[in-house]
Every structure is written in structure tokens, then in C-alpha cells.
Nanobody, 127 residues
Framework: QVQPVESGGGLVQPGDSLRLSCSAS????????RAWFRQAPGEERTFVAS????????NYRESVKGRFIISRDSALNTVYLQMNTLRPEDTAVYYC????????????????????WGRGTQVTVSS
């Protein structure tokens, strides 16, 4: 059983930075896709960013482009989300998701395409 585990959330002020980590235990493939989604209070869960294994290709939702960076450490089987210039509207529970499948571009933002999910980590941006 594959189990992603998120860490790194917290309370920060607008303009601050935060880095989330997602480590995965269990049988993960040498190819596949990992992503971050988020869910704000009262809203549906939405795509934030994804990264492909082994190519390292990345994709972002429009509102985080230029502020967030998704990266990976293959040796540690860990994915990171560096979040810079945080805004109050970034406040949400952030979830790590992964699939051992190589997703086509049109499915990267579809949460139904991901097989394994972490429990989430809270990020709160407030002054």
C-alpha cells in the first residue's frame, strides 16, 4: 500500500514563504505523476501543481505560476512545494496525491486520476 505523507504546513503572514514536503512509503513506481491539490474552507479541492517521474516535467494552476515551485528528490522519494509570496487566498489544506501512471496533460488536474492521497497539511496565510 502506497501512503503519501505531507509535512511543512503552518501559519504565516502575507508575503512569507513556506515549503511543503510529501514523502511516499510503499511500492511506488519509477515512473508516474505526483501532485499537490488544495481545499479552502467551503470550497472544492483543486489542483495546484504536478511533477512527472522520471522526466521532471511540471504543471501549475495559473494563480500560483511564478510563486510556487514543485520539485522532487528521487533518492528520498519526496516531492516538495516551495510556496513564495503567499497570499491570504492561498489558505487551504494542501494534499499530496500520486499515481504510478503517466498521466496525459489533460488529466493532470483531475483528482480522479490519482490513486493515493495524503491526509493533508494546513496552510494559513494571515496577518
Amino acid at each position: 500500500q502506497v501512503q503519501p505523507v505531507e509535512s511543512g504546513g503552518g501559519l504565516v503572514q502575507p508575503g512569507d514563504s513556506l515549503r511543503l514536503s510529501c514523502s511516499a512509503s510503499g511500492r511506488t513506481s519509477s515512473s508516474g505523476t505526483r501532485a499537490w491539490f488544495r481545499q479552502a474552507p467551503g470550497e472544492e479541492r483543486t489542483f495546484v501543481a504536478s511533477i512527472r517521474w522520471p522526466s521532471g516535467g511540471t504543471n501549475y494552476r495559473e494563480s500560483v505560476k511564478g510563486r510556487f515551485i514543485i520539485s522532487r528528490d528521487s533518492a528520498l522519494n519526496t516531492v516538495y512545494l516551495q510556496m513564495n509570496t503567499l497570499r491570504p487566498e492561498d489558505t487551504a489544506v494542501y494534499y499530496c496525491a500520486l499515481t504510478n501512471s503517466r498521466l496525459i496533460l489533460s488529466r493532470l488536474q483531475d483528482e480522479e486520476a490519482y490513486d493515493y492521497w495524503g491526509r493533508g497539511t494546513q496552510v494559513t496565510v494571515s496577518s
